[in-house]
């Protein structure tokens, strides 16, 4: 009888060992995981200051309209339409410092619109490698090119309805780290547009009151620069710990 007690008695401690075991295991890598994916972030506010927007004068036959009974200017004025808020068009980006990204960090396909003779959005922040689709959503001809150092390209006249594709390649010109890519359609002068193609995946238009937030940015340290096309680039460099948010402002007019 002493050795079924003694024989039940060892059953179930291994039982309750391997209980315990089981519990504790899942638990210790959880909680490792979660260390290992907590990131920094990154919030602010830019100041922008009004903007004055006068007529452009262009000059040169890639410039001139060359209207046809299939195309017709939306505007007598050859001033540039404002896109809603002043801050639509300010873009902030984290460029990392103290480590190297991926070779590959182009993004999911991004389109740009020409709606009522404009382009929308006005400013179309990208990473190298990224298609930007370009779609006439007109009932008339719209065309796209750019006379970018380093970045021209001219996709013709295209009809309402038509929809092209182009992949950012990494420009040759850059201010700064930034490529900045201005587009224009020959058939309507008052449009301009910029792509802004990056060397960083982390980057965000500001928000309607001007501020921002960049999220999940690993350890190291960053140069945050603000662009904007009606003013120059202004930066900062700041370093970013794991589970920490860093304030940082700018002003535009600085």
Request: charge should be negative; charged fraction near 20%.
């Amino acid at each position: 009888m002493v050795k079924y007690i003694l024989a039940f008695s060892v059953i179930l401690f291994v039982a309750a060992f391997s209980s315990n075991n089981i519990d504790e295991i899942p638990s210790s890598f959880s909680f490792t995981h979660s260390i290992d994916t907590i990131n920094g972030t990154i919030t602010g506010k830019v100041t922008v200051p009004e903007q004055t927007i006068g007529k452009r004068q262009f000059r040169g036959s890639s410039y001139r309209s060359r209207g046809t009974s299939n195309s017709r200017s939306a505007s007598s004025s050859d001033s540039a339409p404002e896109e809603g808020s002043k801050f639509m068009n300010t873009i902030v980006s984290a460029h990392p410092l103290s480590y190297t990204l991926s070779n590959d960090i182009s993004g999911d396909p991004v389109v740009i619109g020409q709606k009522d003779a404009t382009f929308l959005p006005n400013v179309t922040p990208v990473t190298v490698g990224t298609v930007v689709q370009f779609i006439n959503d007109d009932p008339f001809f719209h065309n796209v090119f750019s006379l970018t150092p380093g970045s021209k390209f001219n996709i013709g006249r295209r009809q309402p309805g038509d929809v092209f594709s182009k992949q950012i390649e990494a420009p040759k010109w850059k201010v700064t780290g930034i490529g900045p890519i201005t587009l224009f359609c020959d058939v309507h002068s008052q449009m301009k547009a910029t792509i802004l193609s990056l060397d960083t995946p982390h980057f965000t238009r500001l928000n309607e009151d001007g501020t921002y937030r960049l999220s999940n940015l690993p350890d190291g340290d960053y140069e945050i620069r603000v662009y904007n096309p009606s003013f120059d680039i202004i930066s900062k460099t700041i370093s970013i710990q794991s589970d920490n948010t860093t304030e940082t402002n700018f002003n535009l007019a600085n």
